[in-house]
T-cell receptor
């Protein structure tokens, strides 16, 4: 089983639609979870951390299910600028504060005007 | 907004040559990292660094690689004898503790091309 598994897509959705990404991780000892976005040939940019209680930042909502080892990201009212690759990222570090991040392969999203 | 910076943006080198990739982490961050991304593949962890020593390293980070914090601001990755398969984007990242964990911020990367 891959350490972090994502549907590679691509997802092509019309502007204004809601889109959901899912991710599973294999290491049950993982402590921290994140969504990053990456534009073509650019660095990963932190979108949001994912907390057990779920969290929301504007149009973005992230959920974590530790029992199922499952993470999700929901984007509402999608905009053209949301077009990017969305990376599911899990902390696989062995020491607290030493966050060795394990990345999924990413899900490519294209918002269509 | 503070950010991680990296130089050069693109480095072309011949196989067998040594390269040094430079990074300036965010100033109040204490943890530093190098990752790489081969074209078309996922981002992979190389090494983490804290308190002037390596905290953890991956299998990729073999004896050809080394890291250093030569002064209070720079963080470098050295590849002693480059191979063709070292061609990749190399990202530096830094982090600080925040509520619930440590969030890593990435620099813009150095594209290394080994010919």
């Amino acid at each position: 089983r891959k350490e972090v598994e994502q549907d590679p897509g691509p997802f092509n959705v019309p502007e204004g639609a809601t889109v959901a990404f899912n991710c599973t991780y294999s290491n049950s000892a993982s402590q921290s979870f994140f969504w990053y976005r990456q534009d073509c040939r650019k660095e990963p940019k932190l979108l949001m951390s994912v907390y057990s209680s779920g969290n929301e930042d504007g149009r973005f909502t992230a959920q974590l299910n530790r029992a199922s080892q499952y993470i999700s990201l929901l984007i509402r009212d999608s905009k053209l600028s949301d077009s990017a690759t969305y990376l599911c990222v899990v902390n696989a570090g062995s020491n607290f504060g030493n966050e060795k991040l394990t990345f999924g392969t990413g899900t490519r999203l294209t918002i269509i005007p | 907004e503070p950010e991680v910076t990296q130089t050069p943006s693109h480095q072309v080198t011949q196989m067998g040559q040594e390269v040094i990739l430079r990074c300036v982490p965010i100033s109040n961050h204490l943890y530093f990292y190098w990752y790489r991304q081969i074209l078309g593949q996922k981002v992979e962890f190389l090494v983490s660094f804290y308190n002037n020593e390596i905290s953890e390293k991956s299998e990729i980070f073999d004896d050809q690689f080394s890291v250093e914090r030569p002064d209070g601001s720079n963080f470098t990755l050295k590849i002693r004898s480059t191979k063709l398969e070292d061609s990749a984007m190399y990202f530096c990242a830094s982090s600080e503790p925040v509520a619930g964990g440590y969030e890593q911020y990435f620099g813009p990367g150095t594209r290394l091309t080994v010919t």
